[in-house]
Every structure is written in C-alpha cells, then in structure tokens.
C-alpha cells in the first residue's frame, strides 16, 4: 500500500497526498489552493467591472459579476473544504494540533500580507489626496449610518473578545452567546455597507465613476466589506461548530485565530473611517 493510500485510510480524504509526500508530515490538500484561487477570481471579476465602465468600456458589463460570483462560489467551497478537513474533522478524531502556535503565527504572517493589501489602496489615496482638494459633489459622509456602522463593529469585538475569554473559563453557554452576537452584529454591519452604498449611489449618484476619490472610496471600502464577510463566514462556520460540541477551554485554536482576524478588520475599519470619511473632509 502507498503512502497516499494510507494517508486515504486514516483521514478519509478525497484528495489524497501525492505518493512521495513525507510519510507522517501530514497530508497534501488542494483545498488551500482552491481558496486563493477563488479570492483571486474576486479581484479579477473586479478590474473586469471597472474596466467596463464609461461609455467606451474595454470589456462588457457582464463579465465582472459572473466573474465575482463564480469565483465568490469557489472560494467558498474551497474554504468548506479546507476548514472540515484541517480542523473539524481533526477535533472529532483528536487529532489535534498541539498548542496551536504554529497556525496562530501562521494567521500573524497573513495578516501581515492583509496589511500590505490595506497599505497598497492607503497609499493609493494619500496620492490622490496631494494638491488642491475639493469636497464639491461629494455626498454627506460622516452620516449616523456611518457612526452607526462603527460603533456596531467595534461592539462585535468585545463580545468575541468576552465569549472567547467565557470559552477559556470553560463556560460554554456565555460563548455561545458571545459568538452568537458577534455574528449577528457582523451581518448588521454588513447590511449597513449595503444600505450605505445604495444611498449613495441611487440618491446622491455618487458612483464608481465620480471621480478619484470614488474610486478610492469604493476600492478601499468594498475591500474592506469583502473581508468583513469572509470573517462573517468564518465566524459561522466556528458558532456552528460550538453547537455541536466542539471547543473546549484547553482546546479553541481556531476560535483564537479567526478572533485574531475579526479584531484586524475592525482596527482596519476605524483607520478607514478617519482617513476616508474624516480626512475628505479635511482641504488642504
């Protein structure tokens, strides 16, 4: 029998290791691959929406949304995949990952690329924002929705912040609720960037194609709503697994790394809120 064969075996896995993969290193997975493949998709199903926009668009308008949703498909499957094979299944079997500090500097080292990205579209703006700066034609930005949206946020992090504390102290039910809110304040959040962007596209027509700073606004903000779901989803996916029992006071790697990435996106959101919101109304 290969070692891809008993690698199948043991962990019931239909995408089995390549057959010289080391023999108790663990098991090769595609799962991560298709994941960035679908986050990829995203960014391209992007730039194929802006590149249609204006009169003479280079490609058509309906290649950036099939493009978004196929790779938004994909990307979510990869994710299912990745997370039941990589943590899930690995609790009911006990196959643990120790004290997990190899996954939580592994999340350290994405969100150090997450910064990056951040950093990229920050810089973006700041050049932009050089020279004469006018706020004609924008609409009221610094609206209740916005104050609103902020407060939500920073609220879903101290009660992840609690419920995993809770967790820790091996209270169960305070976790649950903890997590529980946390989610619903993260779908609230997002339904206000929704409700945000509608108002300002149906009522004021402050579109993509308003000028630079729509374009920075929309870039850095939609980046930031994407990331704000995909830890919605993660969020989901660890409450349902505390409702079926999993996590323990000794055992909670994944609650502390998607914790870890929950809390970046919030700093994330406030720096955007002072920068986009506050400083476009700030003329030099």
């Not at 099939?66 to 899930?88: D, E, P």
């Amino acid at each position: 029998m290969t070692v891809a064969d008993d690698s199948s075996e043991e962990h019931g896995h239909h995408l089995p290791a390549v057959e010289d993969w080391p023999r108790g290193f663990g098991e090769a997975s595609w799962w991560p691959f298709v994941t960035a493949l679908g986050a990829a998709g995203i960014y391209i199903g992007a730039a194929l929406f802006v590149l249609a926009q204006g009169s003479q668009g280079i490609v058509d308008s309906i290649y950036g949304p099939v493009v978004v949703v196929a790779s938004v498909g994909l990307f979510l499957a990869g994710l299912y995949g990745w997370v039941y094979h990589a943590f899930v299944k690995a609790f009911w079997s006990d196959d643990g990952h120790g004290d997990g500090i190899g996954l939580r500097w592994g999340m350290v080292l994405f969100l150090g690329s997450e910064i990056a990205t951040f950093g990229a579209g920050f810089v973006y703006y700041f050049f932009i924002r050089v020279g004469t700066w006018t706020t004609e034609g924008l609409p009221p930005l610094l609206s209740s929705l916005v104050l609103a949206n902020t407060v939500i946020l920073i609220v879903s992090s101290l009660t992840l912040h609690w419920g995993h504390v809770e967790l820790r102290r091996d209270n169960r039910r305070n976790f649950l609720v903890g997590m529980a809110a946390t989610l619903l304040l993260g779908v609230v959040f997002i339904g206000g960037q929704v409700l945000e962007y509608y108002e300002f596209i149906e009522h004021e027509g402050f579109t993509l194609g308003s000028g630079i700073y729509a374009s920075a606004f929309y870039g850095l903000t939609g980046l930031h709503g994407l990331h704000v779901s995909m830890g919605a989803v993660l969020l989901g996916i660890v409450f349902v697994r505390a409702l079926y029992g999993q996590y323990t006071a000794d055992r909670h790697v994944s609650v502390t790394t998607v914790s870890m990435y929950w809390h970046f996106v919030d700093v994330v959101w406030v720096f955007l809120v002072v920068v986009l919101y506050v400083g476009a109304e700030i003329t030099l």
